[in-house]
Structures are given as C-alpha cells and as structure tokens.
C-alpha cells in the first residue's frame, strides 16, 4: 500500500481483514523497485500521494502491467489517467473506503491475474513479455497475428487477449481454417440466407455471425 495517511493504511487494514493478505505500508515510491521484485501480488496506490511519487510509481508500475493495481481516489481520477499503464489489471476504488467494495476489487484482481499467470506458466523474460504484450493489446479493439510453430501456444495467447478484451462475456470461436475446404471457407464465415443457393433450405449463421461481441481465432 503507497500512502503517506496512517488513517488509509487502518481503512484497508480493517476492509481487508477477512480476507488471507498481509498490507506493507509504503510512503514513498524509492522502495518500490525492490519490494516489486519479491512475492506481491497487488499493490495499492493512494492517489492523494505527491505528483514525482505517483509518476514515479506509474512508471515502476508501467513495468509490470501484470501486478494487479488498485487506485483509491478520493475525486477525481484525472490525475492517474494521464500517467496510468493502462493496465486491465487496473481498478479504482473510491475513499473513504467501503470494506465490500474495496474486498470485492481485491478478489477479482486477483482472480483476473490468476489467469494470465496459469495458462502462461513460465518466468523468463520472452514470457514476460508475452504476458505484458497481451495486456497492453488485450484491451484494444485491434486485429492481432499470433505467430509460431505447431504446439508453442498460439491458441492459449488467443484466449488470453479475449479474455483480458473486456469481450469475455461473449463467444470466443476458435477455427481451424486448414480443416475447412476452399469452396466451403466463405460460407462458414459469412454464412448464408435462405434461397441463396439451390440446397440453402434455411439460414445459417457464419463463425463472424456467432462471435458478434467477441473474438473469432482463425
């Protein structure tokens, strides 16, 4: 927790009390780099703190966009916004701080960063990269190529941008394109209406069709 109030460490201290964690009170951004380098499994940042100290952690924090990061604000979060990884593994919470809301952002966090780390189990620095890659393209709306030979993971990747997209509610279609016959490609991904061809006896539904909201892997 970075915060310089004695009265937000008691808040979260109590908040969180039922929950199996332990808060390091930090006041200053200096320690950041070498208690981010052991075991931490979130960090809390009071964005009452000084400007150099919240830039400071911003960018400390802008090199593990997989820590789990909440921001307790008590107004305005402008301030955060302009300095903020952009992490999906970012939530802000409101101060003075209300224990289910505060226990219920922890949680899900949490939770949301258990995924990313047991489907890409591995620490070297090409994992990490991958991890940090995925949630810094994840929550974008862009086209993504996943690149690399048969068995090194390429659907996992897939799942884990839809999953950190903000579109996991919705279908994730993965499509074996190579499986699928020249001639018949285009109508399993657009499709067809009724009477479109001699055999349409009834509408179907493409693969883009059914992943309306979500992602298609091909």
Known sequence: LLTQDPRLVDACTSALQDLPVEIVPVRE?????ALLGRR????LVDLNLPDLTLQTAADELALRR????IILSPGS???WDRISRGSP???VVAV???ADELTSAVEELLEGSRFLQEQLVGTSSAMQEIREQILL???TPMTVLITGESGTGKDVVARALHHYSGRDSAPFL????AAIPENLLENELFGHEKGAFTDARAQTRGIFEQAHGGTVFL
């Open 96 to 98: 003075p701080v209300k």
């Open 137 to 139: 393209v994840g929550p």
């Open 174 to 177: 993965p499509i074996n394109c």
């Open 40 to 43: 931490v499994d979130l960090v």
């Open 66 to 69: 997989e820590l789990p990061t």
């Open 89 to 91: 593994l970012e939530k």
């Open 77 to 79: 979060t402008d301030a």
């Open 29 to 33: 951004a200096g320690p950041l780099p």
